[in-house]
């Protein structure tokens, strides 16, 4: 009875907070409560989740790898996927757990609200920015490490948010990365990199070679692929780099994709995927799930634009590593120039509104940062203009547009200030995609700009 005296007490609570999710879980445990007091007057007992994991921490990517090797066959396509542990049942727990668990369930909505009062605030100093300093925000060009002397221009006149860097860097890509980011006009910008791993790893001559995602699923556990992702993570954050564009998130279906997906069965996938994510988290950098809704049965965007089947077909299984991650903030996504049939219009994902602000957004609830796809790919190259292209993609909900290259900035940056002058991008969208970059470069809008 005290159980429930509690969760009432809570209940009462929350509301006069208006918590209102911290309601709805105090509510439901209180029915979940009263429904076990007819079977035990002694205990109200809960399932408590104890999942095993794998102690790697004094071991580099060589000592993981080869720990794995020793029990089974590396690169043998055979193996069978790791299995993921099913959470053991502890049928002893008392009721304290019961208040510790409310507690957690309130306190976690309370951090919800908190951040949803917090990034309030944040669009209404964003409000009082220059337009054309919030667009510079948005744009994300691809370039070499050469160009990081004009990049770094552009970046102190608060006309650029953050850079990719393509090619095959030197070890001098430290000090480049350095001023810009000591001369960006709002603070650090996001400095991305392709290291996903196997064939696709810009830093292979600066950082230790990493397995595809195949491999990983074949010869690691999620414990050791966190581990992986982290140590690897580390390396590039010490070049100066903030984000990492992986892990990838398709099913394997033998086309374009391959071995940069971690195998055909979603909740592999899933499981794989986010273990990766959090491996970049925990080493402080922003990971990028991708390519939503899913790349696995298209073709390769890079020479084409792929068409893949309608969302009802690619629910059940393409689509379950998003679902996954848009229950979360903390991971952005990457949407791919698919054409989604039924769905897109014959337009590709990436600037379409139905997959982006319909599906993603509305429907998924995703309210995290969503970036394109590369606009040099043929699957957007060969129909529009840079400029054309992420003014679509702004329009339908995009928080940030990976640009060609680094000579397509400003003209793309003068189409879009327009466009909103127009009206065709509202501005309200504009701040809100300002802010999700912000906060994604850790930056609070209402201190940055008050230093400046």
């Known amino acids: 009875m005290q159980s429930i005296l509690t969760i009432l007490l809570t209940c ?16 439901t445990l209180l029915l979940s409560a009263c429904s076990t007091l007819k079977q035990s007057q002694d205990q109200l007992p809960v399932d408590a989740l104890v999942v095993s994991s794998s102690d790697t921490a004094n071991m580099g990517f060589e000592g993981v790898l080869a720990s794995a090797s020793a029990s089974s066959n590396f690169d043998s396509t055979s193996v069978d996927l790791p299995a993921v542990e099913a959470p053991l049942i502890d049928d002893s727990v008392d009721t304290h757990s019961i208040n510790q668990a409310l507690s957690t369930a309130v306190v976690s909505s309370m951090k919800s609200a908190s951040l949803d009062n917090e990034l309030s605030s944040q669009y209404e100093c964003a409000s009082s920015l220059a337009l054309d300093k919030r667009v510079g925000q948005l744009l994300f060009p691809l370039i070499t490490q050469g160009e990081f002397t004009k990049a770094t221009r552009l970046a102190s006149s608060g006309l650029l948010g953050g850079v990719v860097v393509l090619g095959s860097p030197n070890a001098s890509i430290r000090e480049d990365i350095a001023k810009f980011q000591k001369q960006s006009f709002f603070g650090p910008g996001i400095i ?17 070679l990493v397995p595809s995602a195949r491999k990983v699923a074949l010869s690691l556990d999620l414990d050791q692929a966190r581990e992986l992702a982290e140590r690897h993570a580390i390396a590039i954050g010490q070049l100066g780099f903030t984000m990492n564009l992986a892990p990838v998130a398709d099913l394997d279906f033998g086309k374009a994709i391959g071995d940069r997906s971690f195998g055909r069965d979603a909740s592999t996938v899933s499981a794989f995927a986010l273990a990766t994510a959090d491996g970049i988290i925990n080493a402080g950098l922003v990971p990028v799930l991708k390519h939503f809704p899913g790349h696995g049965r298209g073709s390769d965007s890079h020479y084409g634009l792929p068409v893949i089947p309608p969302i009802d077909v690619l629910r059940n299984r393409d689509l379950v590593p998003f679902i996954e991650a848009s229950k979360r903030r903390d991971i952005p996504i990457m949407v791919g120039h698919l054409v989604v049939e039924g769905l897109t219009d014959g337009q590709p994902a990436s600037v379409s509104n139905a997959a982006i602000e319909g599906l993603l957004r509305t429907e998924l609830g995703f309210d995290g940062l969503v970036m394109t796809d590369a606009f040099n790919m043929e699957a957007i190259s060969a ?3 840079d400029a054309e292209a992420a003014t679509l993609a702004l329009a339908a909900g995009v928080d940030l547009v990976m640009l060609s290259s680094l000579s397509d900035t400003l003209p793309v940056l003068e189409q879009v200030v327009d466009s909103v002058t127009s009206g065709l991008i509202q501005e309200s969208s504009i701040t809100e995609s300002f802010v999700r970059v912000m906060h994604t470069r850790s930056l609070d809008v209402c201190s940055t700009l008050n230093l400046l």
Not at 12 to 18: E, I, P, W
Not at 192 to 208: F, I, M, N, P, Y
Request: no cysteine; net charge positive.
């Open 383 to 385: 129909s529009m203009s």
């Open 12 to 27: 009462v609570y929350a509301f006069r907070l208006g918590l209102y999710r911290a309601l709805f879980v105090s509510l």
């Open 192 to 208: 991305a990199v392709d290291e996903e791993g196997g064939r696709v790893q810009r830093l292979s001559k600066l950082t230790s």
